[in-house]
């Protein structure tokens, strides 16, 4: 493992290991997510859902990972 | 009869381009469980549905969500930012939002504190104009102010939702003039949000001549949820009816139905 490959990330607040090269579809099928059910935010930025297999990511980043629930 | 059933099918309402033939939009939070909310979301004939936008459970995935029990190609989402207190965190939830369903119509709501949680309107304003500027279109619940409202929809907001009591209070509708002021200026559907506690209270909005009604709690809340939407459907409707039919005149003294005429002696 390279040291690119270390590092921590923040998955929903949570410290997550990044054990090594890492897409956003590779995480959400890591959680055990159904990428069309959820949405990404990436460091504040929204990942589009055609970019999830292309967006790799980087010790420190800050992922939000959302759905929709009942509301009023 | 063919007729009336004509004119009903051709009353509909139209937000942002989208035309419903309901008039009720109902919350989807509250209920026991998601089967709950399935059915008594059937039982209220709502087209338009309000949501959350939260973080997914990580240590739970597989758990059911919201759109396996009510399904968005069915029921028009409209994303909410419950829980947002600055507009930045408003534009993030929705964004999010935009890009888990794939539209762009939304619910604003920025709340101020328990236990009232009154619409803060410095906040709303701040958010709406961050949001219309992002391309959202925004249906913004508000105070029942005349001035905030038509300076919403100065902004360009697509609809106008003053509280009619405090959200989940089930207090009724307790401030039906100024309600009634809002909707006589805007030019954008005025919708009822929050405050709604039983059929009547649905009823005397639509009376008012609200174009629509926005409520959760008193349906989720009510001992028969179902039961309880099935009424707030017929409450919607009769009071749609009537505002179309144009009430009587109130008067002080009695105005007998009887003819008075041809009375035996």
Same mark, same amino acid.
């Given at each position: 493992?390279?040291?690119?490959?270390? +590092?921590?990330?923040?998955?929903? &607040?949570?410290?997550?290991?990044?054990? +090594?090269?890492?897409?956003?579809? +590779?995480?959400?099928?890591?959680? &055990?997510?159904? &990428?069309?059910k959820?949405?990404?935010?990436?460091?504040?930025?929204?990942?589009?859902?055609?970019?999830?297999?292309?967006?790799?990511?980087?010790?420190?980043?800050?992922?939000?990972?959302?759905?929709?629930i +009942?509301? &009023? | 009869?063919?007729?009336?059933?004509?004119?009903?099918? *051709? *009353?509909?309402?139209?937000?942002?381009?989208?035309?419903?033939?309901?008039?009720?939009?109902?919350?989807? %939070?509250?209920?026991?469980d998601l089967e709950?909310t399935a059915?008594?979301?059937?039982?209220?004939?709502?087209? $338009?549905?309000?949501?959350?936008?939260?973080?997914?459970?990580?240590?739970d995935?597989k758990a059911p969500m919201l759109q396996d029990f009510?399904?968005?190609?069915?029921?028009?989402?409209?994303?909410?930012?419950?829980?947002?207190?600055? /507009?930045?965190? /408003?534009?993030?939830?929705?964004?999010?939002?935009?890009?888990?369903? %794939?539209?762009?119509?939304?619910?604003?709501?920025?709340?101020?504190?328990?236990?009232? =949680?009154?619409? *803060?309107?410095?906040?709303? #304003?701040?958010?709406?104009?961050?949001?219309?500027?992002?391309? #959202?279109?925004?249906?913004?619940?508000?105070?029942?102010?005349?001035? /905030? /409202?038509?300076?919403?929809?100065? $902004?360009?907001?697509?609809?106008?939702?003053?509280?009619?009591?405090?959200? %989940?209070?089930?207090?009724?509708?307790?401030?039906?003039? $100024?309600?009634?002021?809002?909707?006589?200026?805007?030019?954008?559907?005025?919708?009822?949000?929050?405050?709604?506690?039983?059929?009547?209270?649905?009823?005397?909005?639509?009376? =008012?001549?609200?174009?629509?009604? =926005? @409520?959760?709690?008193?349906?989720?809340?009510?001992?028969?949820?179902? @039961?309880?939407?099935?009424?707030?459907?017929?409450?919607?409707?009769?009071?749609?009816?009537?505002?179309?039919?144009?009430?009587?005149?109130?008067?002080?003294?009695? *105005?007998?139905?009887?003819?008075?005429?041809?009375?035996?002696?």
């Open positions: 493992m390279n040291d690119a490959g270390m +590092g921590m990330i923040t998955v929903n &607040g949570e410290a997550r290991p990044l054990d +090594g090269p890492m897409t956003v579809a +590779g995480l959400l099928a890591a959680i &055990g997510l159904d &990428g069309r959820v949405a990404v935010e990436r460091n504040e930025a929204i990942v589009p859902r055609s970019e999830y297999a292309a967006t790799r990511l980087e010790p420190g980043d800050s992922l939000e990972i959302v759905h929709f +009942g509301g &009023g | 009869m063919d007729q009336v059933v004509s004119a009903d099918m *051709d *009353d509909t309402w139209t937000v942002a381009g989208r035309s419903f033939r309901s008039r009720l939009v109902v919350g989807t %939070g509250r209920y026991k709950e059915a008594a979301i059937e039982a209220s004939g709502a087209e $338009m549905v309000t949501v959350a936008v939260r973080r997914v459970n990580l240590s995935p009510v399904d968005p190609k069915k029921y028009t989402y409209l994303p909410n930012t419950a829980g947002c207190h600055t /507009a930045n965190e /408003a534009v993030r939830t929705l964004r999010l939002a935009r890009e888990a369903g %794939g539209w762009n119509l939304v619910k604003l709501e920025v709340l101020g504190p328990p236990p009232h =949680l009154y619409p *803060d309107m410095p906040g709303t #304003f701040e958010a709406a104009e961050a949001l219309i500027k992002d391309g #959202f279109e925004v249906m913004v619940y508000c105070a029942d102010d005349p001035l /905030a /409202a038509h300076r919403l929809e100065q $902004m360009g907001c697509v609809a106008i939702m003053p509280l009619g009591a405090p959200i %989940g209070s089930g207090l009724g509708i307790q401030n039906p003039a $100024m309600l009634s002021l809002i909707i006589e200026q805007a030019k954008v559907p005025v919708l009822v949000d929050a405050g709604v506690g039983t059929a009547s209270d649905a009823a005397i909005g639509m009376e =008012l001549g609200c174009d629509a009604v =926005l @409520l959760n709690s008193a349906i989720a809340h009510a001992r028969e949820p179902v @039961l309880m939407a099935r009424a707030m459907k017929a409450a919607v409707e009769a009071g749609r009816f009537a505002y179309r039919a144009g009430r009587m005149p109130r008067r002080m003294g009695a *105005d007998p139905s009887s003819p008075l005429g041809g009375l035996i002696r």
